[in-house]
């Protein structure tokens, strides 16, 4: 009975001791920064006076330069034509000068090529943070509007159709 005790005893420290043992031996957690590549710089924020929302027809603008792979991103493949701007934002979006001034029908889509090459053709809302128009030459194949950094992209309709 004593032995069973005993034994009892020895294997309830060892279960209880054992585990704290581990724990003392496992790495401290590292600190949580936010910044997903150490040493890569990151993008500031979207400015929320700039941002704007459009609805228009997404369009692939043929002599732009073709992608290296669908996850370079580029303001030159895609534009949004007979874009209309839509007022469903929140407080304070498009109060910039440069957002207030954004009445082009036409504009830049920066964004990757695949997350708009599923949206050619298609009636779409876009919104994002406008940039002023940056004029370039007509032998690039970009087009002479303000660019739209696409953050949020939804289809309305499967063409543009009126």
């Keep these: 009975m004593i032995k069973k005790s ?3 005893a020895v294997a309830i ?4 001791v054992w585990p704290a043992d581990l724990w003392a031996q496992a790495p401290p957690p590292l600190p949580l920064t936010g910044n ?4 890569t710089p990151q993008p500031d924020p ?3 006076a700039d941002r704007i929302t459009l609805v228009g027809c997404v369009q692939r603008v043929e002599t732009g330069p073709a992608a290296a792979d669908s996850n370079t991103p ?6 949004l034509t007979s874009a209309t701007r839509e007022k469903r934002v929140p407080p ?3 109060t910039s000068t440069v957002a207030a001034a954004a009445t082009s029908p036409t504009y830049r889509l920066a964004a990757l090529d695949s997350a708009l090459s599923v949206f050619v053709g298609a009636k779409v809302e876009v919104s994002g943070a406008v ?7 007509a032998d690039d194949g970009a087009v002479n509007a303000p660019t739209l950094r696409v953050e ?5 309709a499967p063409n543009c159709l009126p």
Aim: contains cysteine; proline residues 11%; hydrophobic residues 35%.
């Design 131 to 137: 940039e002023p128009s940056a004029v370039k030459s």
């Design 152 to 156: 949020f992209v939804q289809k309305l």
């Design 46 to 48: 979207p400015k929320l």
């Design 92 to 94: 304070g979006a498009g």
């Design 74 to 79: 580029s303001d030159s493949r895609y534009v």
């Design 13 to 16: 420290t060892l279960v209880s």
């Design 36 to 39: 997903p590549t150490p040493g």
């Design 6 to 8: 005993v034994c009892a």
